[in-house]
């Protein structure tokens, strides 16, 4: 559904307006039905793949699919829709103002009724009469988020959506992305806050100075990890268990055996506690936390 084939973009930067690669060469595949996060830190590129892919930006190098067409193939922008990262609205209209005008603008027949019950929504209600100039921070982005899911199309591209949300926010629109797959749409979403991604995203990868470095798919981020709690472990012991578990990670004061089966959690506990007293025994998800934090943390 969407192809990203070796993406390179550069922006020229400072007064001698040098060339500098922003995005390193970029492979990707996004598959309908998919609610794909792209994770990374702050300035990884992100924002910039994000504008590439909704036809905002252009690429310099590399091949950028979507439908199977090139991404600004004008059939292509009546099927997707964009929240941006920071959204600029208006701040003179009211909410019901600005979303007939820009659903008309985006040639939507959407009725006052359907506005309505969008504000609604998003708790909106009361706020009807309100100029957009006087909304907090967390009003517009849900006005934000209504004017991008009020499009009824195939791919939704959110960029950071919950930016400046509260915790009842960032709920409405974790539930409305979910309900949107549900019909069977198509979201690609950017993130630097994991936690959240962590409760929608079926595949994730992570992006860090302009490439991507690490992917993972449903079935991998299903995969889990046995957590044994330790108190004290010398080297000599620690060398001993490495052999038995070459792929056991030691972490502060535990050890983790990635991708670990059910059947093989006794035998495991058995072998281990020749070599140390175990506290405390977790079969648990590894977090996107710490996969981010095992692949960008270490390396900034
Ligand atoms: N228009 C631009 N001109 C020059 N540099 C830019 C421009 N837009 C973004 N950048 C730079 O590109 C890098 C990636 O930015 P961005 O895509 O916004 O990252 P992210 O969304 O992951 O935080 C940053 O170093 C940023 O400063
Ligand atoms: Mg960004």
Known sequence: MIKIIGLRKYFRVGFLRKKTWILKGINLNVNPGDI??????NGAG??????????????????LKIFDKDNNDLSVFSRISYLPELPTIPTHLNAIEFLTISAGLNNLNISRKEILSWLERVNLQNDLKKRI?????????????????????DIYFLDEPILGLDPLGIKLIRDL???????GKTIFLNSHILSEVEKTASRISVMNEGK???????DELKGEFLYLKYKNLNEGEYKKLKK?????KRD???????????????????????????YEVKLEKESIESIFINHIGNKQ
Do not use: W
């Open 252 to 278: 502060e004061d535990q050890l983790i055996l990635p991708a670990v089966k059910e059947n093989e959690i006794p035998e495991i506990i058995r072998t281990a506690s020749k070599f140390i007293d175990i």
């Open 244 to 248: 038995k578990f070459p792929n056991c």
């Open 212 to 218: 991507i470095v690490l992917e993972k798919t449903v």
């Open 36 to 41: 794909f996060a792209l994770l990374g830190p």
């Open 133 to 153: 100039k006087k909304y907090s921070k967390g009003m517009v982005q849900r006005l934000a988020i209504v004017n991008a899911f009020i499009k009824d199309c």
């Open 46 to 63: 992100k924002t910039t793949l994000l504008l590439c892919l909704v036809g905002l930006l252009k690429v310099n190098e590399g091949v």
């Open 177 to 183: 992305i979910v309900e949107k797959n549900k019909e």
